[in-house]
């Protein structure tokens, strides 16, 4: 059965500190992975990584993927209050147009 | 441009009151969805539509039903809400091609409250 697992389910970390976040997944005939985050209300896009493209950055945050052991890493570096939210990872199902499966989510709370 | 544009963004209904939840993107996107989230459960598909004039069931349909009425709007609509249905609601959008998959637009979300 395909799934999309994310951990940890949450996360408590001080201003400055670097926080990973992690996402793995078993999904038919995977393609691409994307990340998005979601603050109160709906979730933005962050990253899409995909066979041709395994690493991403944009600014402090930084995203890696590993097709050989199934995951990928969502790295932010410097945390701000700005970057509390929950972290979503998402890979699309094959042959299904655009849907997506998305996983639980890592929340994650940067205390000042 | 505004985006996805959901409404209501918050309401309460009874047991077996029925309602319909807006949705509108301006973005000129084939592809429109309705999901669920439920704390634990991560996003869920109710229901999509490829393009203007299809619509299709996704994860958990029952309940609910949809309607396309143009290329700008996909309603979601609950026949006889059941307090499992309380939940928070978001629209999405996307381009739709051969060359997907692409980045899904999301609607600030509707919560709703079935008592």
């Known amino acids: 059965e395909d799934k999309v697992v994310q951990s940890p389910l949450s996360l408590v970390v001080h201003e400055g500190d670097t926080v990973t976040l992690n996402c793995s997944y078993e999904?038919?005939?995977?393609?691409?992975l994307l990340w998005y985050k979601q603050e109160k209300k709906a979730p933005t896009f962050l990253f899409m990584l995909?066979?041709?493209?395994i690493e991403k950055k944009s600014g402090r945050l930084s995203s890696i993927l590993d097709k050989k052991e199934l995951f990928s890493i969502l790295n932010i570096t410097a945390t701000q209050t700005g970057d509390s939210a929950v972290y979503l990872c998402a890979v699309p199902k094959r042959w299904s147009g655009n849907q997506f499966y998305f996983g639980t989510g890592t929340s994650l709370t940067v205390i000042p | 441009n505004a985006g996805v544009t959901q409404t209501p963004k918050f309401q309460v209904l009874k047991t077996g009151q029925s309602m319909t939840l807006q949705c509108a993107q301006d973005?000129?996107?084939?592809?429109m969805y309705w999901y669920r989230q439920d704390p634990g459960m991560g996003l869920r598909l109710i229901y999509y539509s490829a393009s203007e004039g299809t619509t299709d069931k996704g994860e958990v349909p029952n309940g609910y039903n949809v309607s396309r009425l143009n290329k700008r709007e996909f309603s979601l609509r609950l026949e006889s809400a059941a307090p499992s249905q309380t939940s928070v609601y978001f629209c999405?959008?996307?381009?739709?091609?051969?060359?997907?998959?692409?980045?899904?637009?999301f609607g600030p979300g509707t919560r709703l409250t079935v008592t």
């Open positions: 973005m000129n996107h084939n592809s």
């Open positions: 995909t066979s041709s493209g």
């Open positions: 999405a959008s996307s381009e739709s091609s051969g060359r997907s998959p692409y980045e899904q637009y």
């Open positions: 999904v038919t005939n995977f393609r691409s």
